[in-house]
């Protein structure tokens, strides 16, 4: 069979598996099963559950404007763009741990419980109402709401949970992260058809957020499957889900778009804190790949809703009043939103398992010569400052950590301990058994403007570095079978960050997990021990300074930039709350689920723009989050 004849099947074929994934809908009549007793979960648990030494969450008033507006309007479709096409839609399994997997999982799948949007911990009900935790903390059971449903009509249970946990453990999804999360625990057990209890392995202070934390998926489809079944028949199809959107099959068209659609008999939406939140009746991903203009010209054109800025220059030379009529009429918003959202990590990420970056010293010589200070002056007006750490930003930073920042003669330095002081008639640095200094990055072209100036910086040192433009899920799928030499490394940070999935040391050698670049320390996987059983939080943070200052000193990234705020431009059609984004998100997410469609400013600007009519024009700072802080210290 030729090529060509292949790939138009083998597309026919992911189509028709879009379209013709059915489910055995069922009707049952809300509430608890009549069945089942109130000490176990079933009606009547409420008025015992305190007496059986269970908790919940009791929500004030001074706390519910945080989990929304009671301004929100539900309805109108958001329209957001998206710089690739998912290479699955699953929640987890081989290659889903995308951002667009998150997005998928948060708004459509629930977990038992979710995060306080102010203090982040885990004691939101969302499937279970109700959580128990034995003095020992290694044990936890909870209890689920009866009023939960799946979208095919059916209950959740406790056994759902049992069902999920057994998916996630089954090594044939080829995911080792799950494993490494949810083995900490002993085999969940289903008390009853909503009381689920769990037993950790050993205490550790992350165990009732993993757990409670943990999307759930319904047992009567994941008991049809094995892992190996699993990945291939949801692939690009979704099980029924608990949650406030859903994902349905014939609006997934293969490399081009996305939509997600809100359920009018989502079982929760009425409670207090989902009330005000998933407020958009739609929300559509159209995708463009490889292009930086493209994406920013059709959202000035109205194709898109808003659009989050990452280039510092478009920010400061494009998006001004003297350029866009919009901005300077006040039809489009522009605002710089500070939030208390960890920096993360960015910069550039090394595979420590072959030439050249298994040398410390080719490491250290790369972070000598990549110039961020002069590339933040140059090409980003200042907008950032320098990282220095893995945890930027939050309590776990080692300030103690050294400044790597541009300095030829260090570079030099390192350059000659590893052997390279000669130069090839090219000009580039060869060792004694003539080989070159060279190695290759593979990039999406849209980031090029960022690379470029790197790579002619190496150059003139005589490191040799070759760009290769390539679509971001290839890239991402090379990363996680380590086909790479250095990449360029982006990724969000925790406000209590999980250490393990980076860098423990059996996770080095095995794909499709986040320890890319291949680091073996032992005194890290002690640390990490001792980190993920200390329940002080203060020895917990002197536990991640010092992994900090290990991490730093191995170097298997040369850390980049951060900022402490997301750059949003939108139409005004927008109502929000006061604080626009969570504390602790800061970024799309929040769009997501927070804003809103105000129809009175919807038809304020079609008249503002069929009328060429002024509207106001806000401050551009948006500070809410840091005066809180300041506040509530």
Known sequence: MNKFKFYVISLVLLNFSFLFAGFDYVTIPPGANPSVSAEDGGNGFDKIASSLGYQTH????????????????????????????????????????????????????????????????????????????????????????????????????????????????????????????????????????????????????????????????????????????????????????????????????????????????????????????????????????????????????????????????????????????????????????????????????????????NDKNIRYAFGFLYDREEMNEKMYYNEYEMMHSWFSGTMYENEDNPNLLFNADSAIHYLKLAGFEKKNDEGILINSEGTPLSFTIHIQKTSAYMVTPVQNKLKQYGVDMQIVNMDGTTQWKNLQERNFSIYMHNFTGGVHPSIEHWFRSDLADVPDNNNFFGLKNERIDQLIKNYNTEFDLEKRIRIGKEVDKIVCDVHPVSFGIKRLYRRFLFWDKFGYPEYMVDRFVGNSESVFFLWWFDPEKEARLKDAMQYDKQLSIGDVDIKFWPKWNTENK
């Open 58 to 357: 009791i929500f004030t008033q001074d706390e519910i404007k945080y989990f929304g507006s009671d301004k929100a309007v539900k309805g109108g479709t958001l329209h957001d763009v998206a710089t690739r096409f998912p290479a699955t839609m699953r929640l987890f399994g081989k290659e889903a741990n995308y951002l667009e997997n998150y997005w998928i999982e948060i708004l459509c799948y629930e977990s038992l419980l979710s995060s306080h949007p102010l203090t982040a911990d885990p004691v939101i009900p969302k499937l279970a109402s109700h959580w128990k935790i034995s003095d020992d903390k290694k044990k936890f059971w909870f209890r689920i709401n009866p009023d939960a449903r799946w979208s095919d009509g059916r209950r959740v249970t406790a056994e759902d949970v049992v069902a999920t946990w057994f998916l996630r453990m089954d090594e044939t999804i080829l995911d080792p992260s799950q494993q490494v999360t949810y083995d900490k625990f002993e085999e969940p057990i289903a008390e009853s058809m909503y009381i689920v209890s769990v037993e950790a392995k050993e205490a550790q202070w992350r165990n009732f957020q993993n757990f409670a934390g943990m999307a759930i998926l319904p047992a009567y489809y994941v008991d049809q499957v094995d892992g190996s079944e699993f990945l291939e028949q949801y692939q690009f199809s979704m099980m029924p889900n608990s949650g406030p959107y859903i994902l349905k099959n014939e609006d997934i068209v293969n490399q081009e778009s996305y939509k997600i659609t809100r359920r009018d008999d989502y079982w929760g939406k009425d409670l207090i804190q989902n009330r005000y939140q998933c407020n958009f009746d739609a929300i559509s991903w159209f995708v463009i790949k490889d292009n930086a203009t493209l994406p920013f010209e059709k959202f000035k054109k109205g194709d898109f809703d808003y659009f989050e800025v990452s280039r510092s220059a478009r920010w400061v030379e494009d998006c001004v009043p003297e350029k866009i009529k919009a901005i300077d009429k006040g039809w489009m918003k522009k605002h710089r939103i500070f939030s208390d959202r960890p920096a993360g990590t960015s910069g550039y990420g090394f595979n420590m398992r072959k030439f050249p970056f």
